[in-house]
């Protein structure tokens, strides 16, 4: 089984900073896009910002020089520096990521899908 676990949520006042974490964990063969998404309370969920493997980063306008998306390619990990936050930016936070399972002897699965269970942003005074 593959699974992504989120951390690093918190209430955090306006103006200031959190940082996400997202570990992936099991049986990975690799990781090619990671992504972090958010969803807001009525809100659909939206992208907020991608990395591919070489780490190469892309981000939604509204977090452009606000956020910082990176990654441990050794630790399976994404991370999301979040600074001047909003109240806005209040959501709970998704990590996603495209993943190949590590399969019997030297075989592996095709890229799929995976999603954490997220973690709580609250930006208020």
């Known amino acids: 089984q593959v699974q992504l676990v989120e951390s690093g949520g918190g209430l955090v006042q306006p103006g200031g900073s959190l940082r996400l974490s997202c570990a992936a964990s099991g049986n990975i063969f690799s990781i090619d896009t990671m992504r972090w998404y958010r969803q807001a309370p009525g809100n659909q969920r939206e992208l907020v910002a991608a990395i591919s493997h070489g780490g190469n980063p892309d981000y939604v306008d509204f977090v452009k020089g606000r956020f910082t998306i990176s990654r441990d390619n050794a630790k399976n990990t994404v991370y999301l520096q979040m600074n001047n936050l909003k109240p806005e930016d209040t959501a709970i936070y998704y990590c996603?990521?495209?993943?190949?399972?590590?399969?019997?002897?030297?075989?592996?699965?095709?890229?799929?899908?995976?999603w954490g269970k997220g973690t709580l942003v609250t930006v208020s005074s």
């Open positions: 996603n990521a495209d993943i190949s399972k590590r399969l019997k002897g030297w075989s592996y699965g095709p890229f799929q899908d995976y």
